[in-house]
Nanobody, 120 residues
Framework: QVQLVESGGGLVQAGGSLRLSCEASGIFRRINDMAWYRQAPGKQRELVAVITSSGTTNYADSVKLRFTISRDNAKNTVYLQMNSLKAEDTAVYYC??????????????WGQGTQVTVSS
């Protein structure tokens, strides 16, 4: 059983910053891509940022130059540094990881989500 536990959400004023963390635990061979998604009320879940195991990153256009995704492979943790936050960044943020299990099968795991609210 693999668990992803997110932390770091909260309420912040527009222009402020927050840092989200997501730690993976359980039994697996390796973590491949890690990513952050978000879902605002009444909207579909969307990809915010992704980072490969080698550190290559990709971002949604709406967050480029404001958000930074990073990971610590020794801690099985992915981070999302969010700067210059806007009201439209308000959403539940979900961590996602693509893992290789002990049988060399690939699977996708999700965290429970953490609320980010940006007041204007």
């Amino acid at each position: 059983q693999v668990q992803l536990v997110e932390s770091g959400g909260g309420l912040v004023q527009a222009g402020g910053s927050l840092r989200l963390s997501c730690e993976a635990s359980g039994i697996f061979r390796r973590i491949n891509d890690m990513a952050w998604y978000r879902q605002a009320p009444g909207k579909q879940r969307e990809l915010v940022a992704v980072i490969t195991s080698s550190g290559t990153t990709n971002y949604a256009d709406s967050v480029k130059l404001r958000f930074t995704i990073s990971r610590d492979n020794a801690k099985n943790t992915v981070y999302l540094q969010m700067n210059s936050l806007k009201a439209e960044d308000t959403a539940v943020y979900y961590c996602n990881a693509i893992l290789t299990d002990t049988r060399w099968h690939s699977s996708s795991s999700w965290g429970q989500g953490t609320q980010v609210t940006v007041s204007s």
